[in-house]
């Protein structure tokens, strides 16, 4: 089993948006780069619900608009409380989303990963697919010089490896860098893809042109599990799903199809895809176990990167930005170090740290550090208030000839019979705690 | 022994959509991918090669982005790769396909040496006519081998070539003379895995880029669409067609509620036959 003669700058495993920024950097700027991916094509294994954050990509693709493949951008944003009858809803919409440069957007991830994948190659990366790297290869010393993979033919060797191999991180693992993802940290999120005529979807939504609805949802449709479900408007479908943390789907028995279609029938969300045809079904994992969770990101001869590196915002719904950023800092470090002539060894490398800490994805992730542990020991937050809410919500709103004083008062009554006043200040003195 | 395989890049059949509304095939967003069948013509010339030695060469004809289907050729293990693409060429029927991909296969020889093999799938899974291949063959003069399953020998030395052939009723052995075009069928044998220095090579390769003129088709009339008589009247989705199929409304609730729906529409349309399967299920 020979080994490949040449030497690789770096190689990248993994072609999804961490990888592919960081391959993209790298190449640009004239290092010799191999990216390294599972699937079929590039996009082939990722899935996502999908939002596309332009900032992040546009630091990296300045004129990506030009031409990838975009669904629609997002002018408004409903974030829906719900129990399970009602909806309460708070909505932002705005006509300065309409801009030149739209801010969000829907994006199909197959689609738009090949469309990146595509920028790789021109800018002079070499794209390996349905080609899985198995292992790292160590010298005496412990520092990864290259990867060996299901192919014939030996390792390929590189000065560093970038993981942006997704949120399961078995090469990492394998490689002993890192844990077994923890069932607490992680999140299952299910999605169907429901096609309907484009005026349709305009209709439903008030929408037109190009322009996009996001809808984020909580409440009792997660079955008093920590997670949300989401409804998202693609130029000829939608796209709708939900997920919860995994530990709680083992504790509840709850199946994640099973939440699914109860989002689905929901008599808010029902009228929205009736009618339309189900033509994709998908499943993912999304690290969601925030700051506390993250495995180590650099090493010697190597930088974790992405889902990998377990850089998600669950609070935001951010992630795909934060893999780019990851991914485009990783590059930019590396290109950094090669034209310094400086190893890619672990002191040289906490650059890649420094870097990350510097930018609003460490900023971000340590803002939100105490958020999962919150939600996971504060339940009723996704329960109870919800119901509260929307009993609060109905009463107010039903005219019975009751006096409006009553109503208040009742309204106070339940909040304090079901929670209790003290329940209710500690609450928020935790939340504002966790927030902050 | 130099042998050339012709491919086709075709969208993956197992990810077209057809568009619940208009009813027209939604190609955007559709992975391309090798028609399958090229895949055993293309082991199978490799195995030749392997055995006799020489090169194979791939051959398609497409748009420029047909070159990733070579790319992937190249890093199964090929030697070469001839793209042929022109607008000259867009719109082509069977007619025009078989006519250009001739004068490439010309050209070919001319330039690394005489095939003694083509290859191809024995269709493609998105034109389905089984055409092409015989066309080239006819406008070369090769012998030609349809669903071939498998091949039996070849003798260099006295130029000849047998096969197993599959036809009606049972598998033909046949012999002929090289040069010979073979159509293979499916499932004859494995496809293999390049290595990773095939796949390094077949990522970087150049291509051969040819358009009409460098692969000497003087005669642009008989290509593309004005060298295609096939005219394409109407496309449309077929209708349900077995007679005792009915299609049933049923209310999009759970799949419990739906296949519950089902199973009582399907009672109320056959009387006794709940009985019946209680029956069976009591055992008597």
């Known amino acids: ?436 | 022994m130099h042998i050339v395989v012709c491919i086709k890049q075709v969208p993956d059949s197992a990810q077209i959509r057809v568009h619940p509304v208009t009813n027209t095939i939604m190609r955007q967003g559709v992975p391309t991918i090798i028609n399958p069948y090229d895949l055993f013509a293309l082991e199978e010339a490799l195995r030749l090669r392997d055995t006799f030695g020489g090169e194979v060469t791939v051959l398609t004809m497409g748009p420029p982005m047909a070159e990733e289907s070579l790319r992937k050729a190249l890093g199964i293990g090929a030697d070469r790769a001839v793209l042929l693409t022109d607008r000259f060429f867009a719109g082509s029927d069977t007619l025009a396909t078989s006519f250009a991909l001739a004068q490439a296969v010309r050209k070919i020889g001319e330039t690394w040496g005489e095939p003694k093999l083509v290859f191809t799938g024995k269709q493609t899974i998105d034109g389905d006519t089984a055409q092409v291949g015989p066309g080239i063959a006819r406008r070369l003069g090769l012998q030609q081998f349809t669903y071939v399953a498998g091949i039996q020998d070849v003798n260099e030395a006295a130029g000849t070539i047998t096969v197993l052939r599959r036809a009606e009723g049972g598998v033909q052995e046949l012999s002929t003379q090289l040069p010979a075009l073979i159509t293979m069928l499916e499932g004859t044998n494995e496809i293999r895995r390049g290595s990773i220095a095939d796949v390094l090579r077949g990522a970087r390769a150049e291509l051969v880029t040819w358009n009409a003129q460098a692969a000497g088709i003087a005669d642009v009339t008989s290509c593309g669409l004005r060298g295609s008589p096939t005219v394409v009247k109407r496309v449309f989705a077929p209708k349900t067609r077995a007679a005792k199929a009915t299609q049933v409304e049923v209310k999009d609730r759970t799949p419990e509620t739906i296949a519950e729906d089902l199973i009582d529409q399907i009672y109320a349309r056959q009387p006794g036959l709940e009985d019946d399967l209680m029956r069976m299920a009591a055992g008597y």
């Open chain 1, 1 to 436: 089993m020979g080994t490949i003669e040449e030497r690789f700058d770096a190689i990248v495993v993994g072609a999804g948006p961490s990888g592919n920024a960081a391959a993209y950097t790298m190449a640009k700027n004239g290092l010799k780069v191999l990216q390294i991916e599972r699937g079929e094509y590039p996009g082939s294994k990722n899935v996502q619900g999908a939002i596309l954050y332009a900032d992040a990509l546009e630091r990296i693709i300045p004129d990506f608009r030009e031409d990838a493949p975009l669904e629609r951008h997002v002018v408004e944003q409903r974030i829906w409380m719900m129990d399970d009858t009602s909806h309460t809803g708070m909505h932002y919409r705005s006509d300065d989303f309409n801009e030149e440069k739209p801010n969000r957007y829907t994006i199909i991830r197959a689609q738009f990963d090949r469309w990146f994948s595509s920028k790789v190659r021109e800018a002079g990366a070499i794209v390996l697919c349905e080609t899985t790297v198995t292992e790292l290869l160590k010298d005496r010393n412990g520092k990864v010089i290259g990867v060996l993979t299901d192919r014939h033919g030996g390792p390929v060797l590189a000065d560093v490896v970038v993981l942006a191999e997704g949120v399961n991180g078995l090469i990492g693992q394998r490689a002993g860098l890192r844990e077994e993802l923890h069932p607490r940290t992680v999140a299952l999120a299910v999605k169907e893809m429901h096609f309907l005529p484009q005026e349709v979807i305009e209709q439903r939504f008030n929408i037109s042109g190009d322009s996009g609805v996001v809808i984020e949802a909580m409440g009792t449709i997660t079955k008093g599990m920590t997670g949300t479900g989401f409804l998202y408007t693609n130029r000829e479908s939608i796209s709708i799903g939900i997920g919860c943390v995994i530990e709680d789907f083992t504790r509840t028995g709850q199946t994640p199809y099973g939440l699914l279609d109860k989002f689905k029938s929901h008599p808010s969300v029902a009228p929205l895809i009736a009618g339309a045809e189900v033509k994709e079904y998908a499943a993912h994992l999304i690290p969601e176990g925030g700051y506390k969770a993250m495995p180590s990101i650099y090493g010697n001869g190597w930088v974790v990167t992405g889902d990998a590196a377990h850089l998600v915002n669950a609070v935001h719904r951010e992630g795909s930005n934060l893999a780019m950023t990851s991914g485009r800092i990783a590059g930019e470090t590396i290109t950094y170090l090669k034209r310094r002539r400086e190893p890619c060894d672990f002191d040289h490398l906490g650059e890649y740290r420094k870097r990350l800490e510097e930018s609003f994805v460490l900023k971000d992730m340590r803002k939100y550090q105490k958020i999962p542990d919150f939600l996971h020991g504060q339940r009723h937050f996704l329960d109870l208030y919800p119901r509260l809410i929307s009993k609060a919500a109905q009463t107010w709103l039903r005219v019975d000839g009751k006096a409006k004083r009553e109503k208040e008062g009742e309204i106070m009554k339940t909040l304090r019979k079901q929670r209790g006043l003290a329940g209710l200040v500690a609450d928020g003195v935790r939340f504002a705690r966790a927030w902050r």
